[in-house]
């Protein structure tokens, strides 16, 4: 499909949000390894997020700046450096735990470098002559985000509305910094496909990027719930398989995988736009009542009077 033909609508005016980064903190020291109650295939799945979004949204942050000059709308412009901002805070924010792994027996290293590379050499800057191939490269990762991102926005719809968690006594802090970072996914849904429409909007580039997107995505979840139940110093037989991942999610404390195949097919008809998908008005109402969002607020406010 090319620029001049007819694309998803974009989310009206009223459903728009002024999209901020909220300089959240937390504390992990209270948090124990298996913070989900006696289960820790639930646990070390979850977690497998704190293993790659600090390279892979550092990998956003990037790609996005280049991809700035090439934006003809401000608005739009306006959404990208919030989602910007906010991508920067998540990649801090999930960097953090991983010292606390540590502390706990579980060091994340060997799996940690593995995905640095990726993202920073496979993924990464190409050296390319100016002009068409470099263009090339610069929408073939603007696309990937753009399919990687609605996954990210289905997991921070899933953790929003997990409330077996709660029942289960899963621990609040990470609790907070999961829905937190799910609400802000929720909210920033649209950017980045807004973004792949008015550079290229190639229908066929966003199915091709997808496949690549979704293979690897399931590639490297099972390989660090693998890593992590291998490596979990209290199990003295760790394994993983998809068919844990299933059972999990029938419990409701996984995302479930028949609603995560259904997702697939939202996103490759044409009619698709991520503001179909999640609720901004559930997401900021968590951002509301966050403890660590609100304690960013209150830290922000307290500055601005000082």
Do not use: C
Request: charged share 25%.
């Amino acid at each position: 499909m090319s620029n001049t033909q007819a694309r998803p609508p974009r989310p009206v005016e009223s459903e728009r949000t002024a999209l901020k980064a909220r300089k959240v903190s937390f504390s992990w020291q209270d948090t124990p390894l298996h913070w989900v109650p006696d289960d820790p295939f639930a646990t070390h799945t979850i977690n497998v997020l704190h293993l790659l979004l600090p390279a892979g949204e550092r990998w956003f942050v990037h790609v996005y700046r280049q991809a700035l000059p090439l934006i003809r709308d401000e608005r739009l412009r306006e959404d990208v450096i919030g989602f910007i901002g906010q991508e920067a805070t998540h990649s801090q924010a999930h960097d953090e735990v991983l010292p606390h792994l540590a502390e706990l027996g579980l060091d994340p290293t060997p799996y940690t470098a593995q995905v640095d590379w990726l993202f920073e050499k496979l993924l990464g800057d190409r050296t390319l002559p100016p002009g068409r191939a470099r263009r090339w490269w610069l929408l073939e990762r603007v696309a990937l985000i753009a399919a990687i991102e609605h996954y990210t926005a289905f997991l921070g719809d899933w953790i929003l509305n997990a409330d077996e968690l709660d029942r289960r006594g899963a621990d609040p802090v990470m609790l907070d910094l999961l829905r937190w970072h799910g609400a802000e996914e929720v909210e920033h849904r649209s950017v980045a496909f807004d973004l792949f429409q008015h550079v290229d909007g190639s229908y066929r580039r966003r199915a091709r990027t997808w496949a690549t997107a979704f293979t690897a995505l399931v590639f490297l979840w099972q390989r660090g719930a693998r890593f992590f139940m291998e490596n979990d110093p209290t199990l003295l037989d760790g394994r993983a398989s998809l068919k844990d991942f299933y059972t999990g999610g029938k419990r409701g404390v996984l995302p479930p995988t028949g609603d995560l195949l259904k997702s697939v097919p939202r996103y490759l008809s044409r009619s698709y736009h991520p503001s179909q998908e999640g609720s901004t008005e559930q997401a900021a109402a968590y951002l509301a009542s966050s403890p660590a969002a609100t304690a960013a607020a209150a830290a922000e406010r307290e500055a601005g009077a000082a």
